[in-house]
C-alpha cells in the first residue's frame, strides 16, 4: 500500500508513531498533524505525542543530518513538518504546565542577516524538547542582554556567517562577564566561519557545528548543570 493510501487512523499506537517518524523524516507537514490529531484523541497526553512521535522522529532526523545522510533542504523540510505538530500540542502543553528541558534565546550577531543556519538550530532545539526564543538577525549586545532579562533563559546561542561578524560574539560574553551574568547561561555559538577553537578563545561553553550538535549540546549541557546543582 503507498503512503498516500494509508489511513492512519487504522495504524495501533505503536505502528503509528514509527510512521509518524517516517512521515517526519520525509517532511510530510499534513501527515504529522493528522497523526498528532488521533493520537491526542486516542487520549495521548501532549508531553507523551512530543517525546514519542516527534522528538524522537527529530532524533533520527538530526543523527541523518550529522552523519551526513541528510541535507539542510531534508532537515528543513521535516522541521517545518514537526512544527505542524508543535502548533497543535504547544497550547495543551502550556494547560498543563509541563516543564520542557529548557528555554533558549537564538539570535544572529550584529552586522550579520543570516538566518537560515540560526532558524534550523532553533528547529531542531524545538524538536529536541526545549522552548526557543529566536530574537532574530543583526542583534547588538544590549538587545541581547534585554532578551536574556526578559526571557530567563537557560541557554543563549548565537550565530554568526561572516567572519567579520564572529568577533561580535566575544563582545556580547564580555558583557555579560562584566555584569557579573555570564555564569548564570550556557553560551553556543556557531556559525560556517567559526571553530571549536574559536568557541574556547571567546569564552563560549561550546562550539557547534550543525543544529544537530547543537541540540545534542544543548541537551548535555543543561542536564549536566541540573546534576551539578542537585549534587550540590
Known sequence: MSDDELDL?????????????EDLYDGMADEIIEGTQILLRRGWGPQRVLNEALVEGMRIVGVDFRDGILFVPEVLLAANAMKGGMALLRPLL???GVQQIGKVVIGTVKGDIHDIGKNLVAMMLEGAGFEVVDIGINIDVQTYLSALEEHQP??????????TTMPYMKVVIDEMTARGLRDRYIVLVGGAPLNEEFGVAIGADAYCRDAAVAAETA??????????????
Not at 222 to 229: E, F, G, S, V, Y
Open 94 to 96: 502550556a494547560e498543563t
Open 9 to 21: 487512523a487504522t495504524l495501533p499506537d505503536d505502528e503509528l508513531t514509527q510512521q509518524m517518524h
Open 154 to 163: 537557560d541557554i543563549l546561542g548565537m550565530s554568526a556567517l561572516l567572519t
Open 219 to 232: 541537551q548535555t549541557l543543561i542536564r549536566a548543570r541540573r546534576d551539578l546543582a542537585t549534587a550540590v
